[in-house]
Nanobody, 125 residues
Framework: QVQLVESGGGLVQTGGSLRLSCAASGRTGMPYTMGWFRQAPGKERQFVAAINWRGGNPEYADFVKGRFAISRDNAKNTLFLQMNILKPDDTAVYYC??????????????????WGQGTQVTVSS
């Protein structure tokens, strides 16, 4: 089992920045692909970004390219999402997730094995 805890969400104005963190504990000795997803009220959960277990091959949803950056610090078992130029449409609960399949970086939520509880990001206009 892997436990994931997100932090760093909050209220920010349009154009502002936030840095989300996801701390992993438990069976962190195994390599995992890690991803960020988000879910706005009344909408389905959607892929935001993912990164392979070595910290390479980042994948981004088109709507965050050039604004968000995913990274990880394996020594500290922590995943990050730097979010810049935030827009009201970015308002959602952001979840981190771990995928035991290290041979690909998936954009599909159902392929991820472990999920955090989420952190709220609210962007005011």
């Amino acid at each position: 089992q892997v436990q994931l805890v997100e932090s760093g969400g909050g209220l920010v104005q349009t154009g502002g920045s936030l840095r989300l963190s996801c701390a992993a504990s438990g069976r962190t000795g195994m390599p995992y692909t890690m991803g960020w997803f988000r879910q706005a009220p009344g909408k389905e959960r959607q892929f935001v970004a993912a990164i392979n277990w070595r910290g390479g091959n980042p994948e981004y949803a088109d709507f965050v390219k050039g604004r968000f950056a995913i990274s990880r610090d394996n020594a500290k078992n922590t995943l990050f999402l730097q979010m810049n130029i935030l827009k009201p449409d970015d308002t959602a609960v952001y979840y981190c997730a771990a995928d035991g399949n290290i041979f690909s970086v998936s954009r599909i939520a159902s392929t991820y094995d472990y999920w955090g509880q989420g952190t709220q990001v609210t962007v005011s206009s």
